[in-house]
């Protein structure tokens, strides 16, 4: 074979192994690309992490709610997990220096485990105070009662800021239902729930008892009960009335 041909075989091999059996190139194996940063709704993000968010703003005397919620959906730079970078304009107080800021800005992880790097700022953009890392405790309690002819249940899921009430963000649900045999249509049913965060209370007229359960909520900050506590419920209906205790159910 002559040194043309041996040269034209050996470009072949070469070319066959870069361009693949189709005649293609190949595709090079390598890091998946990484996603780029997108703005999303503050609605769009996981209830709980929206609840770190809401508990944040109102540890820091602010509604839950600030005008102009701006969040970014990007990635960590070391393990590529979902996270959000959150900022809002408002009026922001830090009680230890009482200094007030018009914008708050900060990161959190997808899945609601970290909280960290908040940067309170002025107008002009001038950092007022930081805040490096938040320690965060799920909130996830759920009491149950009943009463001679009521049955009650009490479901309260949040957020705890650093071990205290004042850095809190709480939804509590409670339902109630109507046990005894008869089928009774009342003019009047007014039921309450109370515990050491407050309450919620409902009034219905001209209902059914039998009709389904009854339900009232809410959401807000503040003190949070513990397992231990018992709260109480009211039901009174066209010249009844019947009180009995809700308890913690795992």
Do not use: C
């Given at each position: 074979m002559g040194i043309n041909k041996r040269i034209a075989m050996v470009l072949f091999i070469f070319a066959s192994v870069l361009l693949g059996p189709s005649g293609c190139a190949a595709a090079q194996?390598?890091?998946?690309?990484?996603?780029?940063?997108?703005?999303?709704?503050?609605?769009?993000?996981?209830?709980?992490?929206?609840?770190i968010a809401k508990a944040i703003f109102s540890s820091y005397g602010s509604v839950p709610d600030p005008p102009q919620i701006t969040v970014t959906?990007?990635?960590?730079?070391?393990?590529?997990?979902?996270?959000?970078?959150v900022s809002a304009n408002g009026s922001f107080r830090n009680f230890g220096t009482k200094n007030t800021a018009s914008k708050l800005s900060f990161s959190v992880m997808d899945d609601g485990t970290k909280a960290w790097s908040l940067t309170a700022s002025d107008n002009q953009g001038k950092?007022?105070?930081?805040?490096?890392?938040?320690?965060?405790?799920?909130?996830?309690?759920?009491?149950?009662?009943?009463?001679?002819?009521?049955r009650g249940t009490l479901r309260i899921e949040g957020v705890k800021l650093n071990g205290t009430s004042v850095g809190s963000w709480e939804t509590d649900q409670f339902n109630l239902?109507?046990?005894?045999?008869?089928?009774?249509?009342?003019?009047?049913?007014?039921?309450?729930?109370?515990?050491?965060?407050?309450?919620s209370s409902g009034t219905r007229e001209n209902v059914n008892l039998k009709s389904g359960g009854f339900g009232s909520g809410g959401a807000g900050n503040g003190m949070i009960p513990s397992s231990n506590e018992s709260p109480k419920v009211t039901v009174v209906w066209d010249g009844h009335r019947q009180v009995f205790q809700l308890h913690y159910s795992k």
């Open positions: 194996d390598g890091p998946a690309p990484i996603e780029s940063s997108v703005r999303v709704s503050f609605s769009s993000i996981p209830v709980f992490v929206q609840d959906q990007t990635w960590t730079d070391s393990d590529h997990k979902k996270m959000y970078l950092t007022l105070w930081q805040n490096n890392s938040f320690s965060i405790t799920p909130i996830n309690l759920r009491f149950e009662g009943q009463g001679e002819l009521w239902y109507y046990t005894g045999s008869d089928n009774p249509r009342v003019s009047l049913l007014y039921y309450s729930v109370q515990d050491s965060g407050g309450g």
